[in-house]
């Protein structure tokens, strides 16, 4: 009995691998690389034996990507490698896993930064970059990493900055207050073009050119002249412009008598700062030929003047116009004033009469009261000293006392009193009647009307006591008159 049992099945086996890799099958110890399927026959007896092989694609590469800076180096991880050069660098993996890539790329260093700075002399800076003081001109490096640009400092500083006065170009006012000082200076250091203020520092700064400027028109006094360079440097010099002279003429009009004449001299005074008179020349009314050493000047015309002073640095001054008056001869006359007075009349000269009558002086008064008749002689001085003389005969008008009155209201001898009398200015009189009764008592220049406390009394001689009161005269008259009606 044949009994042919059926084959059994075919046993397969899958099996995976990467590529790049190698599968033995331990049924028929072949190798293989490559996907497929692969078969083992057997007997009837025995299943076939089936491979089937995947042989699986490799994974991408993966690349990183890494940049450094100029210097550094970067090592790889996937290979502990350092690297500091640009390129591509390659790590291979089995075919299960991706290779390495590594994509490095070496940055150039930045360009370096330079600050320029230009400090003035004396002056120091300090730089941010590292905080650093400096007061001497040099380059100056901060190195920085591959990354970062180095840093540098070209620092410039400027050669000092000085000034002063040009020699023999300091010139004083040539007179006080006159304004006409002036100095220049010159420049040395810093950096043109330089500024100027002229005594303010916060004033308005003046460009130059060159290196020399002059000041003109200054009155005297410190100046201070401040100066500022194209790099704001600045300087200070100071400056002093001496006093102008002050030489103040004033002029002093003298008069004096020479030969019964009236003659004049002008005699200028200068300031007491003035210590060397001999410096100093003058000349009238601004003649430019005519001055003299001399300050005093005779027997100047009338009328308006000026004299000038003249300084020997140059300097001139003029007084304030002053007037010569035009003095002619002095003259007198005489003529008869009012009862017994003598009019003394003098024209010329120069004034301020003073009068002497038969020498006795009455100072200004050019009036005489006489006292009894003859010549007098009457003198005048004018306050220059020059005199005239002149001589004259006078009759003296003594008193009248008249010896009636008539009070009848016809405009005749309506009152009684003494005539004549006007130079008795303290005249007094007292009228009594028969009796011895005081009637009233007058004062010079009243008169009697013939009345008693407003009553007219009668016809008949009334006395009288006349006392003349005058220190020259001092007579009294006693006597009578008589009333009529």
């Given at each position: ?237 100071e400056i002093q412009i001496p006093n102008g002279v002050k030489i103040n ?237």
């Amino acid at each position: 009995v044949l009994t042919v049992t059926p084959k059994p099945a075919k046993i397969s086996t899958s099996q995976t691998i990467c590529s790049g890799e190698n599968f033995t099958w331990n049924e028929n110890n072949t190798t293989y690389n490559a996907s497929g399927t692969y078969l083992v026959a057997k007997d009837g007896c025995t299943a076939d034996q089936e491979l089937v092989l995947t042989v699986t694609s490799q994974p991408a590469k993966i690349s990183t990507y890494q940049t450094i800076c100029s210097g550094e180096s970067y090592t790889w991880s996937e290979n502990n490698m350092t690297y500091n050069t640009s390129g591509t660098y390659l790590v291979a993996k089995d075919g299960c896993t991706a290779d390495q890539e590594l994509v490095l790329t070496v940055t150039s260093k930045p360009v370096k930064i330079s600050t320029y700075q230009t400090i003035c002399s004396g002056e120091s800076y300090t730089w941010s970059e590292n905080n650093m003081t400096y007061n001497t001109s040099g380059t100056y490096l901060l190195t920085k990493d591959g990354c970062t640009a180095d840093q540098e400092l070209v620092l410039i500083v400027t050669p000092l900055l000085t000034s002063a006065v040009i020699h023999n170009s300091l010139f004083p006012e040539n007179c006080l207050d006159e304004k006409n000082g002036a100095f220049s200076i010159e420049i040395t250091g810093g950096s043109a073009p330089y500024e100027l203020s002229l005594d303010n520092f916060n004033g308005i700064y003046r460009q130059i050119s060159g290196t020399e400027y002059t000041y003109e028109n200054l009155p005297a006094g410190l100046h201070k002249v401040y100066i500022k360079d194209a790099n704001n440097c600045t300087n200070q010099l100071e400056i002093q412009i001496p006093n102008g002279v002050k030489i103040n003429p004033i002029a002093e009009i003298n008069y004096e008598c020479l030969n019964n004449l009236s003659v004049n001299s002008v005699t200028v005074t200068i300031d007491q700062s003035i210590t060397n008179p001999a410096d100093i020349d003058y000349t009238l009314d601004e003649n430019p030929s005519g001055y003299q050493d001399s300050n005093v000047f005779t027997n100047v015309p009338s009328g308006n003047h000026t004299i000038t002073a003249r300084h020997s640095n140059g300097c001139t001054q003029t007084t304030k116009s002053f007037i010569i008056d035009q003095i002619n001869p002095l003259e007198l006359s005489l003529n008869n004033g009012e009862l017994n007075e003598i009019v003394a009349s003098a024209s010329g000269g120069s004034g301020n009469y003073q009068y002497t009558f038969n020498t006795e002086s009455s100072a200004t008064a050019n009036k005489l009261i006489i006292y009894k008749s003859g010549t007098y002689i009457v003198t005048v001085t004018d306050k220059n000293g020059c005199s005239a003389s002149i001589s004259k005969y006078f009759d003296y008008i003594d008193i009248s006392i008249p010896n009636y009155f008539t009070p009848d209201g016809d405009g005749i001898n309506d009152e009684w009193g003494p005539d004549s009398s006007l130079q008795y200015q303290n005249l007094t009189f007292t009228i009594f009647d028969r009796y011895g009764r005081m009637i009233n008592k007058f004062s010079n220049g009243q008169k009697w009307d013939g009345k008693y406390n407003g009553a007219e009394l009668t016809s008949g001689d009334y006395w009288y006591v006349l006392k003349l009161n005058d220190p020259k005269d001092a007579r009294e008259f006693v006597g009578h008159f008589t009333l009529y009606r």
